[in-house]
């Protein structure tokens, strides 16, 4: 590689990589978002329980409503508010940016439970953006929102490469988690999309990278969101006197 | 996306096939290393030669790891040499490396694959 080259490509590995990190560490937050993940280690694909899954979903838009990059940029700018109801993800204050934690506390469908877990940004450029989860998330591995052009259209997508993080998430996912993961996404990009005034019909393709379990990783499940927000829930009452009593000693 | 512009060239050495990466790999590198794991024959270990990669992107990444569960499910070592410091931190935050064992050199890789 010539010089020049190597400069460009030290520039772009400098800005598009997450600098490494060891455990998360969570920016300041609003107080209404629950922080579970500080102080975990990242988890990717190869750190998970369950089969290994490549979900891929599309949505193409003209070209003449948005470009790649001005969809991304968007994408990246307003990310939570192409969300489904009920889910919160506090972006952290700087924007999608690599190296941050971004929390999100999202509802389970059919209970009053809310599962408190986050995601670090891993890389961003101008056409893409990767997530990468922390452990105990539901699911070990990080989803990569892109978008190019293809034949006169604009494809944004959202690509998963993850495993459940542990057996009790591996059951869920049989248990209709996958249709909630599918509907999660395919809601995303219809309300991206209607932000540029288009109707999308979205294209869903699922791979079963790998049909064997990691069932050596069963003990993930010490740390599972879904342990640690229900013991974060029951103890919200605690929590509460124990401010009462600090109002009251301080006057 | 960033149309494919990297090159998988696979050599034999011994029960090891070592596969020299150059350019830019990214998602759109998928055919091409596939077609390169495709013709690593009936080895035991596959060593990936990093020196001459230019940049790899998170969709790049995810390769590898489609490319680590093909290894392992032909009961395949996978290891690396070649990595830049920047990539080596790389593989740490990703934690790809519990997966693909880092070395120095392809001495050092080929020895560690039990093909030297």
């Given amino acids: ?251 | 996306m960033t149309e494919a512009t990297a090159t998988f060239d696979v050599r034999r050495h011994g029960r090891a096939s070592v596969v020299d990466i150059r350019g830019d790999v990214t998602a759109a590198s998928e055919d091409v290393l596939m077609a390169a794991y495709n013709d690593v024959g009936d080895v035991s270990a596959i060593v990936l030669n990093f020196a001459g990669l230019d940049y790899m992107n998170s969709g790049g990444i995810g390769l590898l790891v489609t490319l680590l569960v093909r290894a392992n499910r032909r009961s395949q070592q996978l290891l690396a040499f070649g990595l830049s410091d920047h990539y080596r931190q790389i593989f740490e935050l990703t934690r790809l490396d519990e997966a693909v064992s880092i070395h120095d050199s392809e001495s050092a890789a080929l020895s560690a694959a039990g093909a030297d």
């Fill in chain 1, 1 to 251: 590689m010539n010089e020049l080259n190597e400069e460009r490509a030290a520039a772009r590995d400098a800005t598009n990589w997450a600098k490494a990190v060891s455990r998360l560490d969570v920016s300041e937050m609003p107080e209404e978002a629950v922080n579970l993940v500080s102080g975990k280690r990242l988890a990717g694909p190869i750190q998970g329980f369950g089969k290994m899954w490549q979900k891929t979903y599309q949505a193409a838009l003209p070209r003449e409503a948005v470009s790649p990059q001005d969809l991304i940029s968007t994408w990246k700018q307003d990310f939570p508010s192409f969300w489904p109801d009920g889910n919160r993800f506090y972006a952290p204050l700087t924007g999608i940016e690599p190296g941050e934690v971004a929390l999100i506390n999202a509802r389970v469908p059919g209970s009053s439970m809310t599962l408190s877990t986050g995601v670090m940004v891993l890389y961003a450029d101008e056409e893409s953006f990767t997530l990468m989860t922390p452990q105990g998330h539901m699911f070990a591995g990080w989803i990569t929102f892109s978008a190019t052009e293809r034949d006169g259209e604009t494809v944004a997508q959202a690509q998963v490469l993850m495993r459940a993080s542990d057996p009790i998430f591996e059951l869920g996912l049989m248990l209709g988690g996958h249709a909630q993961e599918d509907q999660l996404w395919n809601t995303t990009l219809t309300n991206l999309a209607r932000h540029f005034d288009v109707d999308v019909d979205v294209d869903t393709a699922v791979v079963c990278v790998d049909k064997k379990r990691q069932w050596s990783r069963w003990t993930n499940v010490a740390q599972s969101t879904a342990i640690w927000s229900t013991v974060y829930t029951l103890g919200t009452p605690f929590r509460a006197v124990r401010r009462w009593a600090g109002r009251v000693r301080h006057g």
